[in-house]
């Protein structure tokens, strides 16, 4: 593959198909198998940790006396500090 400098503000269709099967899909190509593995990891660890947190959730409502509220806080404390709620546990 040669290197050379691609004018992508006079880029066509047929150009932008030609770049894309020679320099980007190869990438995509090498990476699908390690991709793939990733996405099964991140689905065996959300069913895991969806189960973990219904069982912490029904616990904890049973033994604080059936009060939600208890169970919404500290489901939400959980969340935070896994990071599932998009913020720093830091």
């Known amino acids: 593959m040669s290197e050379e400098a691609i004018d992508l503000a006079r880029l066509d ?27 099964k990891i991140y689905k065996q660890r959300m069913a895991l940790g969806i189960a973990a ?8 409502f049973i033994l604080s006396g059936r009060e939600w509220g208890l169970t919404l ?11 599932h709620l998009g913020l720093s546990a830091a």
């Open 13 to 39: 269709e047929a150009s932008f198909a030609r770049i894309y099967k020679d320099r980007i899909e190869p990438y995509f190509i090498a990476n699908e198998a390690d991709r793939l593995e990733a996405v």
């Open 53 to 60: 947190a219904l069982a912490v959730a029904i616990a904890t």
């Open 73 to 83: 806080l500290l489901g939400g404390v959980h969340a935070r500090g896994r990071g």
